[in-house]
């Protein structure tokens, strides 16, 4: 596996099921996000971590829950979702600035196309 | 607060006509970054640039080119003798420096959908 693998690639659900979004990153980065595209809004940034730690959490709602194990991989966990939750999420990672390497260009996975009945 | 504006939300051409793509950020910040992702209908986001606020040199890639104006806060993305396999949804974004380093969220533009007509 190369770059950013997610699973599933698709995910449909009702409204009190419990599941978890996979990412897994083989590009040697430290940090790792959580992004949630939706039709009728820009792509929005959900949560950052850097180097295992929660850096960012852009006010989610907490029926999404995230955790991030170490810096090769990120969870989403979906508990008790709404029909309005049904969007593309998105995974990403990038190397830390710190680490001198480049700066914040952040590689994408291909995404989980999320249905919530 | 940043804030990125795409105003073309779609674009449709022929192919082999040049095609440019507005983007006009906002940000407080003196020290940022600006980026150029497209993502095609199988809906992974690729990374096609990206452009430090302390240098404002145009860049050129194949038939990619990229105009970053600090005076206008624009970056612009002009494709040149298009083809159809540049029809795709394309995002502009912007993070700021932070604090001194770390990992930073993108914010993005909502996007313009190129199409190219054979």
């Known amino acids: 596996e190369t770059g950013v693998t997610q699973t599933p690639r698709h995910l449909v659900m009702g409204m009190t099921n419990k599941k978890s979004l996979k990412c897994e990153q083989h590009?040697?980065?430290?940090?790792m996000y959580w992004y949630k595209q939706s039709a009728k809004k820009p792509l929005e940034l959900m949560f950052v971590?850097?180097?295992?730690?929660?850096?960012e959490n852009n006010s989610v709602p907490s029926r999404f829950s995230p955790e991030c194990p170490n810096s090769s991989h990120l969870f989403l966990h979906l508990h008790t979702l709404q029909p309005e939750d049904s969007a593309l999420y998105l995974c990403?990672?990038?190397?830390?600035?710190?680490?001198?390497?480049?700066?914040?260009?952040?590689?994408f996975g291909p995404g989980t196309r999320l249905t919530v009945l | 607060a940043q804030k990125v504006t795409q105003a073309q939300t779609e674009i449709s051409v022929v192919e082999k006509e040049d095609v440019t793509l507005d983007c006009v950020y906002e940000t407080r910040d003196t020290t940022y970054y600006l980026f150029w992702y497209k993502q095609p209908p199988s809906g992974e986001l690729v990374f096609l640039i990206r452009?430090?606020?302390?240098?404002?040199q145009n860049e050129i890639s194949g038939r990619y080119s990229w105009n970053f104006q600090k005076s206008t806060s624009s970056f612009n993305f002009t494709i040149t003798a298009s083809q159809v396999v540049d029809s795709a949804v394309y995002f502009c974004?912007?993070?700021?420096?932070?604090?001194?380093?770390?990992?930073?969220?993108?914010?993005f533009g909502k996007g313009t959908h190129l199409i190219i007509q054979p």
């Open positions: 974004a912007l993070s700021e420096a932070g604090t001194g380093g770390g990992a930073d969220g993108l914010t």
């Open positions: 990403a990672s990038s190397q830390d600035i710190s680490i001198g390497v480049g700066y914040n260009e952040q590689f």
């Open positions: 452009r430090n606020s302390f240098d404002e």
């Open positions: 971590y850097n180097f295992k730690e929660q850096t």
């Open positions: 590009l040697g980065h430290n940090a």
